[in-house]
């Protein structure tokens, strides 16, 4: 297994581009969730989802958008991006429904927009 | 949700045990202990959880206080590699919602 996967590994925006950070997942996994963590801060958690079709809020959740068409995908959107966006994003996944709490992290992308 | 408090950070001599305590007064019954770290500029990483008995695997062992107020993650001969920030997270289960507050940088010295 690849375990979550996460392209790209780096990228740099202008702000008010747009783009999608991908992730992936190949453990068949119902829960993906994105998080964003900012220099010397702990993990901020923007969306997740917990199936195909079924997205919400997390913490953070403006100036994100998510969508899940699959078990395997779950991409993030930037719609506009904005210099306080600059942070490193994790994508993670689980297995439903669970009595642990077991996350599996991808490696990260870290975004920065200028 | 019980918040937990951690030391911000320690130092801990290879070889040795490496002791991280975390506060957690207001856990409520339902509510489990885990504890993940994130070695530099990586995704977080699983190490253990418990709800009310200690916990061991290949990792670290985690010591949960009788009233369930406090626990402390063991690791029981700290390498150089385990130089990392150890997050202590209380939660109940199912929930979907999982947040990292800051964590304690822990820092392996050979």
């Known amino acids: 297994n690849a375990g979550v996967t996460q392209t790209p590994k780096f990228q740099v925006l202008k702000t008010g581009q747009s783009m999608t950070l991908q992730c992936a997942q190949d453990?068949?996994?119902?829960?993906m969730s994105w998080y964003r963590q900012d220099p010397g801060m702990g993990l901020r958690l923007i969306h997740y989802?917990?199936?195909?079709?079924?997205?919400d809020q997390g913490e953070v959740p403006n100036g994100y958008n998510v969508s899940r068409s699959t078990t395997e995908d779950f991409p993030l959107r930037l719609l506009s991006a904005a210099p306080s966006q600059t942070s490193v994003y994790f994508c993670a996944s689980r297995r439903l429904p669970s009595g642990t709490y077991e996350q599996y992290f991808g490696p990260g992308t870290r975004l920065t927009v200028t | 949700d019980a918040k937990t408090t951690q030391p911000p950070s320690m130092d801990c001599a290879e070889g040795r045990a490496a002791n991280l305590p975390c506060n957690h007064s207001t856990i409520s019954g339902n509510e489990y202990v885990y504890w993940y770290r994130q070695i530099h500029s990586q995704g977080p990483q699983y190490i253990i959880h418990g709800l009310k008995n200690n916990e061991t695997n290949e990792m670290a062992s985690l010591i949960i206080t009788e009233d369930r107020k406090s626990s402390t993650l063991i690791l029981p001969h700290a390498t150089l590699r385990d130089t990392a920030v150890y997050y202590c997270?209380?939660?109940?289960?199912?929930?979907?919602?999982?947040?990292f507050g800051a964590g304690t940088t822990v820092t392996v010295r050979a």
């Open positions: 453990m068949n996994h119902e829960y």
């Open positions: 989802s917990v199936g195909a079709g079924i997205t």
């Open positions: 997270i209380v939660r109940v289960g199912n929930d979907y919602k999982l947040s």
